[in-house]
């Protein structure tokens, strides 16, 4: 039996997903995703975490991953934590709602936000702070 298991990850998974398969090849290693998150994208239980087995120097992968990705995980980290949410949740006074997306059609200014409708670009995590507190 043949499993598309792209099809069960969300959207979000599948762009970091890509970009660690884009990295691996550049760099000519293998990465794999292993262990929990392929049990749960079989069973469809939703999961909050990817896992990968990188063979070579990982600590210069996820560096290298990250800078590809202009530190976009580093926003989303600051922003999860100056919010107390997870991705996709509310925070409890119902101002904010945490949704990753693929794409906001800005790409010359990644790292990008978005709140209501301004955009925020060329995000570091340090300006994360004084723009949610814009909208307090």
């Not at 000519?28 to 998150?37: C, F, L, M, N």
């Not at 210069?60 to 934590?81: E, M, P, T």
């Not at 509310?90 to 693929?102: N, Q």
């Amino acid at each position: 039996m043949k499993i598309n298991i792209a099809k069960k990850f969300p959207k979000n998974f599948l762009r970091i997903i890509n970009a660690v398969g884009r990295s691996a090849d550049r760099d000519k290693i293998s990465a794999y995703i292993v262990g929990g998150p392929v049990r749960d994208a079989l069973l469809s239980v939703k999961n909050h975490d990817l896992d990968f087995v990188v063979e070579g120097d990982a600590i210069r992968f996820a560096g290298c991953l990250n800078s590809g990705l202009r530190g976009s995980l580093n926003i989303l980290d600051k922003v999860k934590q100056i919010l107390h949410v997870e991705e996709n949740d509310t925070t409890e006074d119902l101002r904010f709602t945490l949704e990753p997306v693929a794409c906001l059609g800005a790409c010359g200014l990644a790292p990008v936000v978005m709140i209501d409708d301004e955009t925020h670009g060329r995000l570091t995590p340090d300006k994360v702070q004084a723009i949610l507190d814009k909208y307090e």
